[in-house]
């Protein structure tokens, strides 16, 4: 099995920078993907980034590129998403997760383990 925690979450002002992280144990961090995914107050969970075991390639959702980077530390089992120039519309409860079957990175559905959620609000 695998055990995904995030943390790094809290409130910021808006043009701030967070950085979340996502461990994993319990299984090889040699996941086909791992992404993140974000739930806000009464809206659908939606795909923010994801990345590849190899590093090689990354996703993002087109509102959060050119401001989010996602990363991976295979040695210390740890993803990270750092997230500059935060909006309020950032604010959300953001989810890690993987997936050890190949399918397409931005599908919720193709993941088949994820974290708690960390908390993560952006004042305007």
């Known amino acids: 099995q695998v055990q995904l925690v995030e943390s790094g979450g809290g409130l910021v002002q808006a043009g701030g920078s967070l950085r979340l992280s996502c461990a994993a144990s319990?299984?090889?961090?040699?996941?086909?993907?791992m992404g993140w995914f974000r739930q806000a107050p009464g809206k659908e969970r939606e795909f923010v980034a994801a990345?590849?075991?190899?590093?090689?390639?990354?996703y993002y959702a087109d509102s959060v590129k050119g401001r989010f980077t996602i990363s991976r530390d295979n040695a210390k089992n740890t993803m990270y998403l750092q997230m500059n120039s935060l909006k309020p519309e950032d604010t959300a409860v953001y989810y890690c997760?993987?997936?050890?079957?190949?399918?397409?990175?931005?599908?919720?559905?193709?993941?088949?383990?994820w974290g708690q959620g960390t908390q993560v609000t952006v004042a305007s």
């Open positions: 997760a993987a997936t050890f079957v190949l399918g397409t990175p931005t599908r919720q559905r193709d993941y088949g383990y």
């Open positions: 319990g299984r090889t961090f040699r996941s086909y993907v």
């Open positions: 990345i590849r075991w190899s590093g090689e390639r990354t």
